[in-house]
């Protein structure tokens, strides 16, 4: 069975960069998919940000292009989100997925000073 | 972007009622590989999502046939026959055939 575990700071300060861990078991990324990082906003808003494929190719939301990367260890099964620049519209829960079969517990992110 | 349009934004139901959500593209979301990449999703209270149908008719797995999909090129609806307490929550559609992917608003389903 596939599952996707997320970690990372709850809280960033405005200005600084969000850095957050998806650690996948029971599959190996480089087999297959699209790892996706999707959040939620308070509120029912829910935006996908990109995805980093098997292959290593990324797709980003052009809503967020320039604050956006999304890269992968494949040693580890790991694969990460860094958005820079973050303001308090930033705060939200952000899920790792597999979209959209496999989704991880989600990990909510306050962005405060 | 694609804008998905969800109705209506909730509902409230009795346990064995049932209910149709629907989703309304603002571009035809058939593929150029011929597939329609859209999704319905349900999030229960503190839950993560849960995928119920993907390319517009197809039952996730372990998804319970009271849920159906239909639709085609900009229109689509759930469908949620006899609705049963574990079905409340958020639904949301989204569409994955043209980038940005992009959700619906969402509908939540509670109890009346």
């Known amino acids: 069975e596939i599952q996707l575990q997320e970690s990372g700071p709850g809280l960033v300060k405005p200005s600084q960069s969000l850095s957050l861990t998806c650690s996948v078991t029971?599959?190996?990324?480089?087999?297959?998919?699209?790892w996706s990082w999707i959040r939620k906003f308070p509120g029912n808003k829910m935006e996908w940000m990109g995805y980093i494929s098997y292959s290593g190719s990324t797709n980003y939301n052009p809503s967020l292009k320039s604050r956006i990367s999304i890269t992968r260890d494949t040693s580890k099964n790991q694969f990460f989100l860094q958005l820079n620049s973050v303001t308090t519209e930033d705060t939200a829960t952000y899920y790792c997925?597999?979209?959209?079969?496999?989704w991880g517990q989600g990990t909510l992110v306050t962005v405060s000073s | 972007d694609v804008v998905m349009t969800q109705t209506p934004p909730s509902l409230s139901v009795a346990i064995g009622q049932s209910v149709s959500i629907s989703c309304k593209s603002s571009q035809s979301l058939v593929h150029s590989d011929g597939k329609t990449y859209l999704n319905w999703l349900l999030q229960n209270p503190g839950q993560s999502p849960k995928r119920l149908i993907y390319q517009v008719s197809n039952l996730g797995s372990g998804v319970p046939d009271r849920f159906s999909g239909t639709g085609s090129e900009k229109d689509f609806t759930l469908k949620i026959s006899r609705v049963e307490a574990e079905d409340l929550g958020v639904y949301h559609c989204v569409q994955a055939t043209h980038v940005p992917w992009t959700f619906g608003g969402g509908t939540k389903l509670e109890l009346k």
């Open positions: 997925a597999s979209p959209f079969a496999y």
């Open positions: 029971g599959y190996t990324i480089t087999s297959g998919y699209d």
